[in-house]
């Protein structure tokens, strides 16, 4: 059947050979297993390239079996199912890799353990994943483009709100697609202001949210979520010493949060582990709307040959994917230490270049001097709109922010 399913698709392209493009988005040389199939795919392209007629004649000399050829354009419904035996022949080929090195994993499950294999199991996910393409043609693009437009105006908004006014105002949402770097020195209120972002877009909204949390553990994460909800501080809940109307009001936020897409991870500090597990979500829930972590420089990758090529990679493999999920990715990072105190205006994130030329809103959180407990916001890079500034106030006992 694999081989039928091929000797079809060639028929269709000998028959229609207008359509080799729309099949070459789909299929690649790789996904054949019949020989005779292969070569006149090679000797379509190569002519279609060269601008030379596409027949029976032309194709009979190039794959040197004369009789398969012409077998491939008398098979009942040819020339009229061309994408569907292109989907096939393309799952079929994914089917033999797959399969081909599941069994190099195993041989490696047995000489060299579990995690060696697991990252193998990575790559040939990735790998995989890597090959989907879509068509690229402008009717295509504007097809996908008119759904966009018509998900926002059922939605009313494009993107998922964030919740600040001063950030609404700019028409800034979190956006599919869109990688976001929020930068500051140590010690500012980077977690301050992704719980507060957390606890915000939940308000206007119940999305899928994931959280990859490289410093704090689940619990904590927890708390300061709860405390920033609450307004009662993150020690007295995790303590537990709570009065009767603090203790209900905390159990009243605790059921708000219970109700929400909420992923939270403490234990993922690797960018694979991170696509894989957002995948994951995505394919159970259907989608993910925002993906926080928090912060990229504690994000780890295997093979980089330095700190520079792993976090160039990092942010790179960060913007794919999500454009692969349709989410966008909010990172909290660190700036260097002359940044911080040297600011010299320009966007600059710890550990290289690449961070901040991969984002599509680059942000400075620095404190205000003279004012303890303020903080200033300023978009110092928006791929889509313009740059802004405005203050965020710690009240309540530091548990929450609020715009001024």
């Known amino acids: 059947m694999n081989s039928e399913n091929e000797q079809m698709l060639i028929g269709s392209l000998i028959l229609k050979p207008d359509n080799f493009f729309s099949v070459a988005e789909i299929v690649t040389d790789e996904d054949f297993a019949s020989r005779p199939a292969l070569l006149c795919f090679q000797a379509i392209r190569g002519m279609i390239a060269k601008k030379q007629p596409v027949n029976l004649a032309t194709v009979f000399h190039v794959a040197g079996d004369a009789s398969w050829v012409a077998a491939s354009t008398d098979i009942p419904g040819t020339a009229g199912s061309y994408i569907y035996l292109a989907e096939k022949v393309a ?14 994993a195993k041989n490696t499950l047995r000489d060299f353990g579990p ?43 494009v993107g998922v709100s964030t919740g600040f006014e001063n950030l609404g105002k700019d028409h800034i949402t979190y956006q599919q697609g869109h990688l976001w770097v929020i930068g500051a020195w140590t010690s500012t209120g980077k977690t301050a202001w992704c719980v507060e972002a957390i606890k915000r877009v939940f308000r206007h909204d119940n999305p899928t949210v994931l959280v990859f949390s490289t410093e704090m553990t689940e619990e904590q994460n927890l708390a300061r979520l709860l405390s920033n909800a609450s307004l009662v501080s993150s020690h007295k809940i995790l303590s537990g010493d709570l009065d009767r109307e603090m203790s209900d009001h905390v159990a009243a936020n605790l059921k708000w949060v219970e109700s929400k897409n909420l992923f939270v991870y403490d234990r993922v500090r690797n960018v694979v582990d991170i696509e894989n597990q957002s995948r994951k979500i995505a394919m159970q829930n259907g989608a993910i709307d925002l993906i926080f972590i928090d912060f990229i420089q504690n994000i780890g990758k295997k093979g980089c040959s330095s700190k520079y090529e792993m976090m160039s990679e990092i942010a790179l493999d960060l913007q794919s994917l999500a454009k692969e999920l349709r989410c966008c990715i909010v990172c909290l990072s660190q700036i260097p230490t002359v940044a911080a105190k040297e600011d010299a205006g320009i966007l600059e994130f710890k550990g290289a270049g690449e961070i901040a030329a991969a984002a599509d809103l680059g942000v400075l959180l620095k404190k205000e001097k003279n004012h303890e407990g303020v903080l200033l916001w300023e978009t110092r890079k928006n791929r889509h709109g313009k740059c802004g500034k405005f203050l965020l106030q710690f009240s309540d006992n530091w548990t929450n922010l609020q715009e001024i």
Not at 120 to 136: F, N, P, S, V
């Open 115 to 157: 995690e060696a294999a697991l990252q193998e199991l990575q790559q040939i996910y990735r790998d995989e994943t890597g090959r989907k393409t879509q068509a690229a043609d402008i009717g295509s693009v504007s097809e996908r483009f008119k759904g966009v437009v018509a998900e926002n105006r059922k939605r009313g908004r």
């Open 91 to 104: 799952e079929q080929g994914k089917s033999r890799r797959v399969e081909k090195k599941m069994l190099l």
